[in-house]
Antibody, heavy 117, light 112 residues
């Protein structure tokens, strides 16, 4: 069955960096686009970034553009999100999700990122 | 660019039907048949319930149905059950230059 397991979250100071990872299994990872989606405490969902199956096409939300970098390693069935210059408003649970053309059909359980001094 | 607009809360009694609306613009909901709906129970990851406006993934109850008219999409839950109590989010592809997908504001469904 499809499994997505995020890791790498934690407490970081404003201005700091963090790298999230998402380990995928149960499907042919290299066939699918992938996304990172986040949810601030008590708030709604916010799409963060998207990467094509080959990694050649990448999109970012304006709120993270220039600070976050999405990447993938198809040989390792893994998705990554490098987060730099973190701000308090980046505090959220970060989900990785398998992406079809029009939707995110499977989600991981999420990893919490807390940005605080 | 704003999120898609959903009612903050909707409630119903067991067995009743409820409908959640999701209002966007011609650049997202109205322009594409790429509306999805997600169910999220507290502390859990979202689950895809409807995709491409009205399609149900395998395993999702046929009590859940989706539709769209103009710039507004809707999710209907018929035969409401206790386990349907959750948050629901719509999402749409968008032609906005600043993002690829946009989520709704979310609706808390309460089963009375």
């Amino acid at each position: 069955q499809v499994q997505l397991v995020e890791s790498g979250g934690g407490l970081v100071k404003p201005g700091g960096s963090l790298r999230l990872s998402c380990a995928a299994s149960g499907f042919t990872f290299s066939d699918y686009y992938m996304s990172w989606i986040r949810q601030a405490p008590g708030k709604g969902l916010e799409w963060v970034s998207y990467i094509s199956s080959s990694g050649s096409t990448i999109y970012y939300a304006d709120s993270v553009k220039g600070r976050f970098t999405i990447s993938r390693d198809n040989a390792k069935n893994s998705l990554y999100l490098q987060m730099n210059s973190l701000r308090a408003e980046d505090t959220a649970v970060y989900y990785c999700a398998r992406h079809t053309v029009t939707n995110s059909d499977y989600w991981g359980q999420g990893t919490l990122v807390t940005v605080s001094s | 660019q704003s999120a898609l607009t959903q009612p903050a809360s909707v409630s119903g009694s067991p067995g009743q039907s409820i409908t959640i609306s999701c209002t966007g613009t011609s650049s997202d909901v109205g322009g594409y048949n790429y509306v999805s709906w997600y169910q999220q129970h507290p502390g859990k990851a979202p689950k895809l319930m409807i995709y491409d406006v009205s399609n149900r993934p395998s395993g999702v109850s046929n009590r859940f149905s989706g539709s769209k008219s103009g710039n507004t999409a809707s999710l209907t839950i018929s035969g409401l059950q206790a386990e349907d109590e959750a948050d629901y989010y719509c999402s749409s592809y968008t032609s906005s230059s600043t993002r690829l997908y946009v989520f709704g504001t979310g609706t808390k469904v309460t089963v009375l």
